[in-house]
């Protein structure tokens, strides 16, 4: 479930949005990244930025990702990279 007054950012793509070839624990991939910048300019809200990115995967594909099991999270932005 989604705590009441967070705002849920999910981040949708292929290898580049997944982050491949960074290493974990370096945490620049993509949605990192963008969690860390959100938070900055958005200091006081509730924030959670999720990884929803498939390697290899079209666009097709991660709409149907999206649709079958990543709406249950209910993000209130989705970005497609």
Do not use: I, W
């Amino acid at each position: 479930d989604k705590p009441p007054g967070t705002l849920r950012v999910m981040c949708l793509g292929s290898s580049s949005t997944f982050g491949h070839g960074v290493p974990e624990e370096a945490r620049q991939d993509y949605p990192t990244r963008l969690e860390g910048l959100l938070r900055q300019r958005l200091p006081d809200v509730p924030l959670e930025v999720l990884n929803g990115a498939v390697p290899g995967s079209s666009s097709a594909r991660l709409l149907r990702f999206f649709r079958e099991a990543l709406a249950a999270y209910r993000p209130d932005v989705v970005t497609l990279s």
